[in-house]
Protein backbone atom coordinates (compact mmCIF):
# COMPACT_ATOMS: atom_id res chain seq x y z
CA UNK A 1 0.00 0.00 0.00
CA UNK A 2 2.29 2.66 0.38
CA UNK A 3 4.82 1.47 -2.47
CA UNK A 4 1.15 2.20 -4.30
CA UNK A 5 0.66 5.71 -2.39
CA UNK A 6 4.22 6.94 -3.59
CA UNK A 7 3.93 5.63 -7.14
CA UNK A 8 0.25 7.66 -7.54
CA UNK A 9 1.83 10.66 -5.46
CA UNK A 10 4.75 9.99 -8.51
CA UNK A 11 2.24 9.89 -11.37
CA UNK A 12 0.42 13.14 -9.54
CA UNK A 13 3.63 14.99 -10.03
CA UNK A 14 4.55 13.51 -13.59
CA UNK A 15 1.05 14.80 -15.12
CA UNK A 16 1.08 18.10 -13.15
CA UNK A 17 4.33 18.75 -15.37
CA UNK A 18 7.25 20.69 -14.16
CA UNK A 19 6.75 24.08 -11.88
CA UNK A 20 7.36 27.20 -14.21
CA UNK A 21 9.45 30.15 -13.09
CA UNK A 22 8.19 33.07 -12.13
CA UNK A 23 9.14 35.67 -15.27
CA UNK A 24 11.69 38.00 -13.25
CA UNK A 25 11.10 41.37 -14.04
CA UNK A 26 13.54 44.58 -12.93
CA UNK A 27 11.04 47.73 -12.41
CA UNK A 28 12.99 51.14 -11.44
CA UNK A 29 11.03 53.58 -10.35
CA UNK A 30 11.36 57.30 -11.37
CA UNK A 31 12.56 58.69 -8.02
CA UNK A 32 12.62 57.50 -4.41
CA UNK A 33 9.71 55.52 -3.34
CA UNK A 34 6.80 58.04 -1.75
CA UNK A 35 2.91 58.15 -2.10
CA UNK A 36 2.88 58.00 -5.52
CA UNK A 37 4.19 54.91 -5.66
CA UNK A 38 1.80 52.97 -3.04
CA UNK A 39 0.41 50.89 -6.10
CA UNK A 40 2.83 48.78 -6.54
CA UNK A 41 3.95 47.61 -3.09
CA UNK A 42 0.34 47.04 -2.70
CA UNK A 43 0.19 44.98 -5.29
CA UNK A 44 3.25 43.34 -4.14
CA UNK A 45 2.02 43.18 -0.45
CA UNK A 46 -1.18 41.37 -1.89
CA UNK A 47 0.83 38.78 -4.36
CA UNK A 48 -0.77 39.84 -7.16
CA UNK A 49 2.11 40.08 -9.13
CA UNK A 50 3.06 36.91 -8.28
CA UNK A 51 -0.12 35.52 -8.95
CA UNK A 52 0.57 36.69 -12.41
CA UNK A 53 3.59 34.61 -12.78
CA UNK A 54 5.97 37.99 -12.47
CA UNK A 55 8.86 38.08 -10.30
CA UNK A 56 9.24 42.05 -9.71
CA UNK A 57 11.78 43.78 -8.32
CA UNK A 58 11.40 47.48 -7.62
CA UNK A 59 14.23 49.52 -7.89
CA UNK A 60 14.50 53.01 -6.23
CA UNK A 61 14.95 55.79 -9.33
CA UNK A 62 17.20 59.05 -9.47
CA UNK A 63 15.07 60.60 -11.80
CA UNK A 64 13.37 60.23 -14.95
CA UNK A 65 16.57 60.74 -17.12
CA UNK A 66 17.90 58.05 -14.87
CA UNK A 67 15.03 55.49 -15.22
CA UNK A 68 14.90 56.09 -19.08
CA UNK A 69 18.63 55.55 -19.63
CA UNK A 70 18.19 52.35 -17.86
CA UNK A 71 15.44 51.02 -19.92
CA UNK A 72 16.47 51.89 -22.71
CA UNK A 73 19.76 50.45 -22.47
CA UNK A 74 18.08 47.15 -21.12
CA UNK A 75 19.74 47.65 -17.80
CA UNK A 76 15.89 47.58 -16.84
CA UNK A 77 12.68 45.71 -18.11
CA UNK A 78 10.43 48.42 -17.44
CA UNK A 79 10.50 51.84 -15.50
CA UNK A 80 8.25 54.69 -14.16
CA UNK A 81 9.53 58.28 -16.24
CA UNK A 82 7.78 61.64 -17.71
CA UNK A 83 7.13 60.76 -20.90
CA UNK A 84 8.08 63.82 -22.45
CA UNK A 85 11.69 62.80 -21.10
CA UNK A 86 11.24 59.84 -22.56
CA UNK A 87 10.20 60.86 -26.16
CA UNK A 88 13.11 63.10 -25.99
CA UNK A 89 15.54 59.85 -25.26
CA UNK A 90 13.80 57.80 -28.12
CA UNK A 91 14.47 60.70 -30.40
CA UNK A 92 18.10 60.51 -29.85
CA UNK A 93 18.53 56.72 -29.72
CA UNK A 94 16.92 55.13 -26.83
CA UNK A 95 14.75 51.62 -27.20
CA UNK A 96 11.89 52.86 -25.51
CA UNK A 97 8.21 52.53 -25.77
CA UNK A 98 5.28 53.33 -23.74
CA UNK A 99 2.68 51.01 -21.90
CA UNK A 100 0.92 52.69 -19.86
CA UNK A 101 -0.05 56.39 -18.49
CA UNK A 102 0.08 57.36 -15.03
CA UNK A 103 0.16 61.10 -14.54
CA UNK A 104 -2.47 62.17 -17.32
CA UNK A 105 -2.14 65.72 -16.00
CA UNK A 106 1.28 68.01 -15.53
CA UNK A 107 2.49 67.75 -12.38
CA UNK A 108 5.15 69.90 -12.89
CA UNK A 109 5.03 73.09 -10.63
CA UNK A 110 8.08 75.77 -9.34
CA UNK A 111 8.23 77.28 -6.12
CA UNK A 112 10.16 80.02 -4.81
CA UNK A 113 9.63 82.68 -2.31
CA UNK A 114 7.91 85.55 -2.40
CA UNK A 115 9.88 87.68 -0.23
CA UNK A 116 12.73 87.42 -2.89
CA UNK A 117 10.46 89.19 -5.43
CA UNK A 118 10.09 87.12 -7.70
CA UNK A 119 6.36 86.63 -8.97
CA UNK A 120 6.59 84.47 -11.98
CA UNK A 121 8.97 82.80 -14.90
CA UNK A 122 9.48 85.87 -16.65
CA UNK A 123 11.00 86.91 -13.27
CA UNK A 124 13.24 84.23 -13.36
CA UNK A 125 16.20 85.36 -15.37
CA UNK A 126 19.60 86.01 -13.50
CA UNK A 127 18.05 83.81 -10.70
CA UNK A 128 19.28 80.02 -9.71
CA UNK A 129 16.89 76.94 -10.06
CA UNK A 130 17.95 74.13 -7.37
CA UNK A 131 17.23 70.18 -8.44
CA UNK A 132 18.36 67.23 -9.07
CA UNK A 133 20.56 66.72 -12.81
CA UNK A 134 18.49 63.48 -13.40
CA UNK A 135 15.30 65.81 -12.83
CA UNK A 136 12.50 65.53 -15.61
CA UNK A 137 11.64 69.37 -14.83
CA UNK A 138 15.20 70.23 -15.89
CA UNK A 139 15.11 68.03 -19.21
CA UNK A 140 12.18 70.00 -20.09
CA UNK A 141 12.75 73.92 -19.03
CA UNK A 142 13.31 75.07 -22.22
CA UNK A 143 9.65 74.04 -23.37
CA UNK A 144 8.43 76.14 -20.38
CA UNK A 145 10.94 78.72 -20.83
CA UNK A 146 9.86 79.68 -24.26
CA UNK A 147 6.19 79.62 -23.38
CA UNK A 148 6.95 82.32 -20.90
CA UNK A 149 9.37 84.29 -23.72
CA UNK A 150 12.32 83.86 -21.63
CA UNK A 151 15.64 82.94 -22.86
CA UNK A 152 15.95 79.15 -21.57
CA UNK A 153 20.26 79.83 -20.90
CA UNK A 154 19.22 82.82 -19.17
CA UNK A 155 18.98 80.50 -15.20
CA UNK A 156 21.36 79.02 -13.41
CA UNK A 157 20.75 75.41 -12.63
CA UNK A 158 22.64 74.12 -9.28
CA UNK A 159 22.50 70.15 -8.38
CA UNK A 160 20.59 69.42 -5.29
CA UNK A 161 19.51 66.48 -4.39
CA UNK A 162 15.58 65.84 -4.08
CA UNK A 163 15.34 65.87 -0.25
CA UNK A 164 17.68 68.77 -0.24
CA UNK A 165 15.60 71.05 -1.71
CA UNK A 166 13.23 72.90 0.70
CA UNK A 167 16.28 73.71 2.98
CA UNK A 168 18.24 74.74 -0.10
CA UNK A 169 15.31 77.14 -0.74
CA UNK A 170 14.69 78.72 2.68
CA UNK A 171 18.52 79.05 3.21
CA UNK A 172 18.53 81.06 0.26
CA UNK A 173 21.05 78.83 -1.71
CA UNK A 174 19.18 78.23 -4.48
CA UNK A 175 16.52 80.88 -5.55
CA UNK A 176 13.81 78.72 -7.21
CA UNK A 177 13.14 74.59 -6.89
CA UNK A 178 11.25 72.27 -8.59
CA UNK A 179 8.88 69.76 -7.61
CA UNK A 180 5.79 67.74 -8.81
CA UNK A 181 2.15 68.60 -7.61
CA UNK A 182 1.78 65.20 -5.22
CA UNK A 183 4.13 66.66 -2.32
CA UNK A 184 2.54 70.49 -2.64
CA UNK A 185 1.42 69.99 1.00
CA UNK A 186 4.84 69.99 2.15
CA UNK A 187 5.87 73.20 0.36
CA UNK A 188 2.87 75.10 1.71
CA UNK A 189 3.65 73.46 5.65
CA UNK A 190 7.12 74.65 5.59
CA UNK A 191 7.07 77.67 4.04
CA UNK A 192 3.39 79.02 4.29
CA UNK A 193 2.70 82.73 3.49
CA UNK A 194 5.80 83.05 1.67
CA UNK A 195 5.46 80.06 -0.84
CA UNK A 196 5.56 81.57 -4.45
CA UNK A 197 4.42 78.44 -6.72
CA UNK A 198 3.38 78.39 -10.15
CA UNK A 199 1.88 75.19 -12.00
CA UNK A 200 3.52 74.72 -15.42
CA UNK A 201 -0.12 73.85 -17.03
CA UNK A 202 -1.15 77.39 -15.89
CA UNK A 203 1.02 78.11 -19.00
CA UNK A 204 -0.67 75.67 -21.47
CA UNK A 205 2.29 73.18 -20.96
CA UNK A 206 0.43 69.92 -19.91
CA UNK A 207 1.83 67.05 -21.56
CA UNK A 208 1.47 63.41 -20.28
CA UNK A 209 3.92 63.29 -17.44
CA UNK A 210 4.67 59.79 -15.46
CA UNK A 211 4.20 56.59 -17.77
CA UNK A 212 5.41 53.06 -17.76
CA UNK A 213 7.98 52.50 -20.64
CA UNK A 214 9.22 49.33 -21.42
CA UNK A 215 12.59 48.16 -23.76
CA UNK A 216 12.05 47.70 -26.79
CA UNK A 217 13.26 44.61 -27.13
CA UNK A 218 12.16 43.32 -24.00
CA UNK A 219 8.73 44.33 -24.98
CA UNK A 220 9.07 42.45 -28.43
CA UNK A 221 10.49 39.12 -26.89
CA UNK A 222 8.14 39.27 -23.46
CA UNK A 223 4.80 41.07 -24.25
CA UNK A 224 3.05 38.83 -22.15
CA UNK A 225 4.62 39.45 -18.81
CA UNK A 226 4.43 43.22 -19.63
CA UNK A 227 0.94 42.91 -19.99
CA UNK A 228 0.68 40.81 -16.36
CA UNK A 229 2.85 43.63 -14.88
CA UNK A 230 0.58 46.65 -16.85
CA UNK A 231 -3.09 44.80 -15.62
CA UNK A 232 -1.86 44.05 -12.24
CA UNK A 233 -0.88 47.98 -11.64
CA UNK A 234 -4.13 48.80 -13.00
CA UNK A 235 -5.82 46.91 -10.79
CA UNK A 236 -3.59 48.50 -7.87
CA UNK A 237 -4.42 52.01 -9.04
CA UNK A 238 -7.78 51.14 -9.46
CA UNK A 239 -8.11 49.69 -5.78
CA UNK A 240 -5.91 52.66 -4.03
CA UNK A 241 -7.95 55.32 -5.66
CA UNK A 242 -10.49 53.66 -4.03
CA UNK A 243 -9.50 52.94 -0.87
CA UNK A 244 -5.60 54.92 -0.11
CA UNK A 245 -5.40 53.45 3.40
CA UNK A 246 -4.22 49.51 3.06
CA UNK A 247 -2.01 51.08 0.03
CA UNK A 248 -0.29 53.26 1.96
CA UNK A 249 0.62 51.11 4.70
CA UNK A 250 1.83 48.83 2.06
CA UNK A 251 4.07 51.34 1.24
CA UNK A 252 5.39 52.54 4.66
CA UNK A 253 5.60 48.83 5.96
CA UNK A 254 8.22 48.19 2.76
CA UNK A 255 10.38 51.50 3.06
CA UNK A 256 11.56 52.76 6.44
CA UNK A 257 11.38 56.34 7.03
CA UNK A 258 8.11 57.00 5.48
CA UNK A 259 5.26 58.32 7.88
CA UNK A 260 1.94 57.37 7.31
CA UNK A 261 0.16 60.82 7.20
CA UNK A 262 2.41 62.52 4.99
CA UNK A 263 2.08 59.81 1.76
CA UNK A 264 -1.43 60.13 2.71
CA UNK A 265 -1.32 63.24 1.87
CA UNK A 266 0.65 62.90 -1.23
CA UNK A 267 -1.83 60.47 -2.50
CA UNK A 268 -4.49 62.68 -2.29
CA UNK A 269 -2.53 65.12 -4.65
CA UNK A 270 -1.60 62.05 -6.65
CA UNK A 271 -5.58 61.33 -7.10
CA UNK A 272 -5.88 64.96 -9.28
CA UNK A 273 -2.95 64.02 -11.64
CA UNK A 274 -3.94 60.10 -12.35
CA UNK A 275 -7.86 60.96 -13.10
CA UNK A 276 -9.22 62.31 -16.79
CA UNK A 277 -11.87 61.19 -19.10
CA UNK A 278 -10.14 58.54 -20.57
CA UNK A 279 -8.86 57.25 -17.27
CA UNK A 280 -12.55 57.00 -16.20
CA UNK A 281 -14.57 55.65 -19.23
CA UNK A 282 -12.05 54.13 -21.79
CA UNK A 283 -8.97 52.45 -19.57
CA UNK A 284 -7.09 53.26 -16.56
CA UNK A 285 -3.05 54.16 -18.16
CA UNK A 286 -5.17 55.03 -21.68
CA UNK A 287 -2.62 56.53 -24.06
CA UNK A 288 -4.49 58.72 -26.22
CA UNK A 289 -3.35 59.28 -29.84
CA UNK A 290 -4.39 63.03 -30.25
CA UNK A 291 -2.22 63.78 -27.04
CA UNK A 292 0.49 61.77 -28.00
CA UNK A 293 0.75 63.45 -31.22
CA UNK A 294 0.75 66.64 -29.58
CA UNK A 295 3.45 65.84 -27.10
CA UNK A 296 5.56 64.44 -29.68
CA UNK A 297 5.17 67.84 -31.33
CA UNK A 298 5.99 70.05 -28.03
CA UNK A 299 9.13 67.53 -28.11
CA UNK A 300 10.39 67.75 -31.22
CA UNK A 301 9.87 71.53 -31.55
CA UNK A 302 12.14 72.45 -28.82
CA UNK A 303 14.33 69.02 -28.59
CA UNK A 304 17.18 67.72 -30.71
CA UNK A 305 15.67 64.99 -31.66
CA UNK A 306 15.73 62.63 -34.80
CA UNK A 307 12.24 62.80 -36.05
CA UNK A 308 9.90 59.24 -35.30
CA UNK A 309 7.19 58.14 -36.39
CA UNK A 310 4.94 58.47 -32.53
CA UNK A 311 2.96 55.67 -33.21
CA UNK A 312 6.11 53.34 -32.86
CA UNK A 313 6.66 55.17 -29.34
CA UNK A 314 3.62 53.97 -27.41
CA UNK A 315 0.82 51.19 -27.74
CA UNK A 316 -2.05 50.53 -25.57
CA UNK A 317 -2.22 47.14 -26.40
CA UNK A 318 -1.12 45.99 -22.96
CA UNK A 319 -3.99 47.42 -20.81
CA UNK A 320 -6.87 45.64 -19.68
CA UNK A 321 -9.82 48.16 -20.85
CA UNK A 322 -12.31 47.09 -18.03
CA UNK A 323 -9.96 48.54 -15.61
CA UNK A 324 -11.25 51.89 -15.00
CA UNK A 325 -10.92 54.78 -12.21
CA UNK A 326 -13.88 55.16 -10.13
Known amino acids: MRWMAAL ?49 DISQGQGSTVSTQRVGAGASDL ?24 YVNSPYGLY ?49 QPNA ?37 DYGFNPYSNAFIANGDFLAEHGD ?17 DDPDPCIRALVETNTGLQFETERANWDLVAELIADDDARSVAMGYLAPARMQSDYALVAEYFDITPFAIEDAYTNDMLDRAIRLP
Open 79 to 102: GLADLSTALVARGRGADVVAVMSV
Open 8 to 56: AAVMTMAAAGPAVAAEKIDFILNWIAGGDHAPYYYAQSQGWYAEAGLDV
Open 112 to 160: WLKSSGIEGVEDMPGHSIGNPPGDAARAMWPALAQAAGIDPTSVRWVNV
Open 225 to 241: AVKAFVQVSQRAFAACA
Open 165 to 201: KLSALKSGAIDVTTSFYNIHHIFQRELGDDMGFLAWK
